[in-house]
């Protein structure tokens, strides 16, 4: 008998009679990558920044699987080393796993250098938060989060909301990550520096929220995240982010916040 798909994956090929006696099974599903649009194609400038960019969180990014985003230098002349660039990258314990948003030329590069080409829904560059006071990102390198699906584009704004409840007791330490899948997810201790979590519907943290937050990631632009005390690297929802580089303002900073969507804007507000 054919074994059936988890909530969470899908067979891209459906399973032949006496599937058990096959050696390997190739399902799609859903990782959260960091991206990294660069605005030149100057390696060494790309370099000396993204070093200055990485030492704000050494340990967040360690071993984290990266996609380039080519959009800014798509019309350079000047050819991106390709090569050079995985090495620079796998250097500083990032590693590469493709390319979106470039051109047919940029895509031969890097396709011959081991890399995949990305053509899903690119997550939106970010909105104006209110109230927050923003600073502008950096002029060379900056690092998002994206929600990739191997198999699909990202929902619409009609996602079904999510309906189930995961609840976290303990800490969650700097390079862990908590997914809660078609359910809310609420958090009892802390989110530290370098943690992540990720949820399909609302997020809840009655402790200081430290690391990144991520709610609505199937598209449900109606989730929020609630936390007591508001120290975030980064929150979205529903593919609209902001990074706090430096952490949240002061007015904000440590305080009971709450964040949604008004449209497409950001709202990080207080809750009085």
Request: with cysteine.
């Amino acid at each position: 008998m054919p074994r059936s798909d988890t909530k969470d994956t899908q067979d891209l090929f459906p399973a032949e009679p006496h599937a058990h006696e096959s050696a390997i099974e190739l399902r799609g599903s859903v990782f959260t990558l960091s991206v990294l649009r660069i605005h030149s194609n100057e390696l060494d400038v790309i370099e000396s920044q993204l070093v200055k960019r990485l030492s704000k969180s050494p340990q967040f990014f360690v071993n984290a699987p990266i996609v380039v985003d080519l959009e800014s230098v798509r019309d350079i002349p000047a050819a991106l080393d390709f090569h050079r660039f995985v090495v620079l990258l796998r250097a500083r314990h990032l590693f590469p796993v493709g390319v979106q948003n470039g051109s047919a030329l940029q895509y031969e590069a890097a396709m011959a250098a081991g890399l995949a080409v990305l053509k899903g829904r690119a997550m939106k560059e970010p909105p104006a938060i209110t109230p927050l006071i923003s600073s502008q990102p950096d002029p060379i390198v900056s690092a998002d989060t994206e929600a990739v699906s191997q198999t699909q584009a990202a929902p619409d704004d009609r996602a079904t909301p999510a309906s189930n409840t995961k609840i976290v007791q303990q800490a969650i330490r700097s390079g862990q990550r908590v997914m809660a899948r078609n359910s809310d997810l609420i958090v009892l201790a802390a989110v530290n520096a370098g943690a992540e979590i990720i949820a399909e519907g609302n997020i809840h943290v009655y402790a200081p929220l430290r690391g990144r937050a991520l709610a609505g990631v199937s598209g449900d632009t109606q989730a929020r995240i609630f936390c007591h005390q508001f120290e975030a690297e980064l929150v979205a929802i529903a593919g609209n982010y902001r990074v706090f580089d430096d952490g949240p303002p002061k007015e904000l900073r440590g305080k009971a916040v709450q964040v949604f969507l008004d449209g497409e804007q950001l709202i990080v507000a207080p809750l009085d």
